[in-house]
C-alpha cells in the first residue's frame, strides 16, 4: 500500500507542475496530508483559470439552446430538423442571456459583424428574428399543477398524459399557469460556435458559399435550416439563390398542402378494443395496436392526433432537394437527379403518396415505377 502510494504522489506531483510555474510541495508527506494539500492545489489552479471581464467561458458564449424542452411524438425520431438544428452544438450549462455576454465586453454579435446582424436569408429583410421558433412550456416550476380538466380545457395544444400536462403553445401553457420559454431565430443564431458564424460571415463578404466548410460542415447546409423557419423567402438562402419554391408532384397543382404527410394518434391512455378500433372508419387494429390515418377517427376514439401536414412537411426540404425537383421535370427524368442526401426520389417517393392527387411522385411518374409506399398505408 506504501508503494502504492508513493507512485500515486509522483504522478500527481508531475500533474501539480506541468505547464505551471510551480513546485510541487507535497513530495515527501504522508499519504492523508499529500491528498490534502494536493487539493488544495487543484483548487488554487482552478481559480487562476476564471474568466475575466473580456473573455467568455463556452457556457457564456453559447448557454445550453432550448434542451430538455418538450418534444411531440411527431418529431420524435426525425433527425435534427424537428429537435432543432443538428450541426449547431449545445451546452448543459445555465444559460447567459445575449445582454449578459454584452455586460462582459462586446457582444458575440458585435464583435463578428462589426454591430450588423448575420441572418441566413438571401435577402436580409426577410429575416424574422422575434420569431418563435421553439418555445417550450415549463411545468413543473408552476406553482400548482393543472389537473386533467384544467388541461384538457386549455384548447388545441395541451393535452393530460400520464399525469402530465402537456403544452405545446404559449396560449395554452399560459391559461393552465404554465411558465412558455421562447426559442427565437435571434437566440438561434447566437448559439451557434463562433467557427461557424465565422465561416458564414466569410461566405457572405465573398459573394459565395462555395468550397466554404467548417468541421466538414457545408455552410449552405448550416444556414439552410435556419433559413427555413426564420426567412420569409425561404427556400433562398444566403448561399442557394432564387430558389423556385417545388412540391414532390409532378403536376406541381396537383400537391394536397393540406392532407398529413406524417400522422399519429396516441391512444396509449384509453387504448380501445380490437372490436371498436377495427369498427371505426379509417383505424384498424394491427399488431396489438389501433392505428388511426384522420384526426377525426382518432378523437372519435378519444385519441389525441399529431400530424405533419404535406405544405409543413416541406418545410424541412433543404434548397437541393427543391432546386432538384425542378432539374427532374426539366430534364423529364429523375435518373442522375442528384439531392442534398443523394438519388432525389428518396426524398420525395414517400412523400407522393399522400401529398399527391395522383399518388405518385414527381419520380414514379417520370421514370414510371412503384416505390412501394401504397402498401403502408
Known sequence: MAAMWTLLSVFLCISTVRGEDETCATCGQSPPAQSAALLQSSVQRNSKTAVGPHVFSPAQLFGPG???????????????????????????????????????????????????????????????????????????????????????AAGEGCRYNYGYCYCEKSEGCNAVGGIWNPWTCRQEMEQMMPEYLEKILEAKNAGTCENKEVWGMKVEDLVAWPASKCCTDYPSTLCDHNVQPMNPCKEQTDFKADAYAYAYCDLWSSPPSKEMCDATPDCKDEWGYCTCKTKASCELLGGYFMGTTCQEELGYWYPGVHEAVKEALDKQTCQGVEGPWGDIKYSVDMMGFACCGSQKSVCEELDNYDAGYSSMY
Not at 85 to 113: D, I, N, V
Not at 118 to 126: E, I, N, Y
Open 66 to 152: 432550448p434542451m430538455g424542452r418538450h418534444v411531440s411524438q411527431t418529431q420524435m425520431g426525425r433527425m435534427g430538423p424537428r429537435m432543432g438544428p443538428h450541426p449547431h452544438q449545445r451546452m448543459s450549462q445555465p444559460h447567459f442571456s445575449f445582454e449578459q455576454r454584452r455586460a462582459g465586453g462586446q457582444s458575440k454579435g458585435e464583435s463578428l459583424y462589426g454591430g450588423a446582424e448575420l441572418t441566413p436569408c438571401q435577402d436580409p429583410h426577410a429575416w424574422t428574428p422575434d420569431n418563435d421558433i421553439y418555445g417550450w412550456c415549463d411545468m413543473y416550476t408552476a406553482p400548482v399543477q393543472p389537473d386533467e380538466a384544467t388541461c384538457n
